[in-house]
């Protein structure tokens, strides 16, 4: 599991390759290790294939950059990865993370449900991903709505 993010912020040397640098690392020693499962957090503005981007998640991608200008880049080189890796992946697409958010745990394969998702609910989805088949080679939406 991966929950590292880029630095918020402007001020730092990190590049979007630096990422997908490690991510590499991670699949290699993942092979050597014989470990299949991988499962990572990235954002609602991460673009997975050709999919349209609704007029929130434009919104979204515009904040993203506005507060960590190399997110976006860093988790689209990472899905590229993952998607053509032999590992049985999920990147599970958040909106802002929050130490509590009331409502329950929504996922959608196509949309995001909300501007929120509590910390909780996503430890607990992670966590069901990497004992389960839920979710392999899929990027789903996540939100606490």
């Given at each position: 599991?991966?929950?590292?993010?880029?630095p918020k912020?402007?001020?730092?040397n990190?590049?979007?390759?630096?990422?997908e640098?490690?991510?590499?690392?991670?699949?290699?020693?993942?092979?050597?290790?014989?470990?299949?499962?991988?499962?990572?957090?990235?954002?609602?503005a991460?673009?997975?294939?050709?999919?349209?981007y609704?007029?929130?998640?434009?919104?979204?991608?515009?904040v993203?950059?506005?507060?960590?200008?190399?997110?976006?880049?860093?988790?689209?080189?990472?899905?590229?990865?993952?998607?053509?890796?032999?590992?049985?992946?999920?990147?599970?697409?958040?909106?802002?993370?929050?130490?509590?958010?009331?409502?329950?745990?929504?996922?959608?394969?196509?949309?995001?449900?909300?501007?929120?998702?509590?910390?909780a609910?996503?430890?607990?989805?992670?966590?069901?991903?990497?004992?389960s088949?839920?979710?392999?080679?899929?990027?789903?939406?996540?939100?606490?709505?």
């Amino acid at each position: 599991m991966s929950a590292i993010g880029a630095p918020k912020g402007r001020k730092h040397n990190v590049k979007a390759q630096d990422f997908e640098t490690a991510l590499r690392g991670v699949l290699q020693g993942m092979a050597e290790n014989n470990i299949t499962r991988f499962v990572n957090v990235s954002s609602v503005a991460t673009r997975y294939g050709g999919e349209r981007y609704s007029l929130f998640r434009r919104f979204m991608r515009l904040v993203a950059h506005g507060m960590a200008p190399i997110m976006t880049p860093s988790q689209e080189l990472e899905l590229a990865l993952l998607r053509g890796s032999d590992v049985r992946w999920t990147s599970i697409r958040v909106p802002r993370i929050m130490d509590t958010a009331k409502g329950d745990l929504k996922i959608d394969p196509d949309n995001c449900a909300g501007m929120y998702i509590s910390r909780a609910h996503l430890a607990n989805l992670m966590l069901d991903c990497v004992t389960s088949d839920a979710w392999v080679q899929k990027a789903p939406f996540v939100a606490t709505s």
